[in-house]
T-cell receptor, first 112, second 115 residues
Framework: DQQVKQNSPSLSVQEGRISILNCDYTNSMFDYFLWYKKYPAEGPTFLISISSIKDKNEDGRFTVFLNKSAKHLSLHIVPSQPGDSAVYFCAASKGGSEKLVFGKGMKLTVNP | DVKVTQSSRYLVKRTGEKVFLECVQDMDHENMFWYRQDPGLGLRLIYFSYDVKMKEKGDIPEGYSVSREKKERFSLILESASTNQTSMYLC??????????????FGPGTRLLVL
């Protein structure tokens, strides 16, 4: 039972344009959501997070939007850069637990 | 700088062998995790530990065991390796407490091939 879903396996965008990565979740108990980025041959690194009490969190070029009623979150990268090419994982947790539930990941390719 | 190291980047083992994957973190973190990453399946939690000698099963513990004798070290053990355990194994650690998830630091991974 996939509680965190990233339904698109890949996305390709041009440098300078916006990248929008989507994530859906099914467990209404999740109250904290994160995005991790992973380059080949490296471990994932934390990118940005959002609490369920907010609907938007911004950090430089990265913004995460949360729509609780739709159980949907998205990561916007503006402007996209070739160095953003990586696999992005959406993750969620509930009730202060240190355990994370990850999505399957989505490969982003930013073309120069 | 936080560092999580894994004993091997690549391993090739034969079916039935006992395999040890070691993970060491240098930040005095209480929590440590073992995941496996497979194409199309994302990261799945195998086991985690919130203290020395403490362990809890994750989502896919079958075929694995773990050991945490020291705070900085968390070992994943494949008692009898099978081909379906061919995967990328990722170790992570984090501090104890609420909202520590974003500080879940990952090691570089061990790519295990079981023949």
């Amino acid at each position: 039972d996939q509680q965190v879903k990233q339904n698109s396996p890949s996305l390709s965008v041009q440098e300078g344009r916006i990248s929008i990565l989507n994530c859906d979740y099914t467990n209404s108990m999740f109250d904290y959501f994160l995005w991790y980025k992973k380059y080949p041959a490296e471990g994932p690194t934390f990118l940005i997070s959002i609490s369920s009490i907010k609907d938007k969190n911004e950090d430089g070029r990265f913004t995460v939007f949360l729509n609780k009623s739709a159980k949907h979150l998205s990561l916007h990268i503006v402007p996209s850069q070739p160095g953003d090419s990586a696999v992005y994982f959406c993750a969620a947790s509930k009730g202060g637990s240190e355990k994370l539930v990850f999505g399957k990941g989505m490969k982003l390719t930013v073309n120069p | 700088d936080v560092k999580v190291t894994q004993s091997s980047r690549y391993l090739v083992k034969r079916t039935g062998e006992k395999v040890f994957l070691e993970c060491v973190q240098d930040m005095d973190h209480e929590n440590m995790f073992w995941y496996r990453q497979d194409p199309g399946l994302g990261l799945r939690l195998i086991y985690f530990s919130y203290d020395v000698k403490m362990k809890e099963k994750g989502d896919i513990p079958e075929g694995y065991s773990v050991s945490r004798e020291k705070k900085e070290r968390f070992s994943l053990i494949l008692e009898s390796a099978s081909t379906n355990q061919t995967s990328m194994y990722l170790c992570a650690s984090t501090i104890w407490g609420a909202r520590s998830q974003e500080t879940q630091y990952f090691g570089p991974g061990t790519r295990l091939l079981v023949l």
